[in-house]
């Protein structure tokens, strides 16, 4: 079971972002020791991210506006004036200029804050960031980021095993038309040393893993990955 302080969408994150940042600001910028380039770099980290939100929203209501009105010049009645096309509906001027990473950053300045002496629960909790148990729905859980490479004449795959117990390994592979299971892994990689079905014939491989909790699966099946065997 996870502790996670932060949102999963961009607007609960924005909203952990500028309290953070305000409070931060305000009283415990000063009390933790923080650096001037530590609070400018969160707070150029809060305005950039406001902004790009509200960028991509106006972006997507000129992108809906334009669409609609691309409908009406080509299939709506003849109209006797011509009409003026959508124009970007502005949203001031763009703030200093970031790096990628702005959570990154900010999960690191939250780990320098938890491990100050100062440091207490209470703060945590202002600050919003101890977090909630975060329970996971093995149902609709998923094997991510599954990688498969060439490596020594073996392939070497990866994934993400989180929570769970490990992940079963299935592939399809040549001229077969099914999965068939390659191994039970508990770790977050696995090797798959088989020869090729035919000796010296190139070999196409399809990949897909399982969770397993207690040695059973569970969840949905990954995504399939692919790969040449030479």
Known sequence: MLKTYLSTTDLGKLAWLINFNNKIVATYGAFFSLTVAQLLSLLNDTNAFTYILQFNDAALATYHSSIAFKDEVRDGPIS??????????????APTAVPYGIFTRAVKLVNIIKT??????????????IGADSVIDWTTAQPQKVKVKNSAGE????????DAGGGRIECMRGSETVFTTVTNVSKSKFIDARPNLIIGQPEKRQYRIWFLKSDKVVGIVSAIVTIIVP
């Open 80 to 93: 006797a004036e011509s009409q003026s096309f959508p124009t970007f509906a502005g949203i001031g001027t």
């Open 155 to 162: 392939v070497a795959g990866s994934y993400v095993r989180g």
């Open 116 to 129: 100050h002496p100062k440091y207490t629960n209470t703060i945590g909790k202002d600050l919003d960031i």
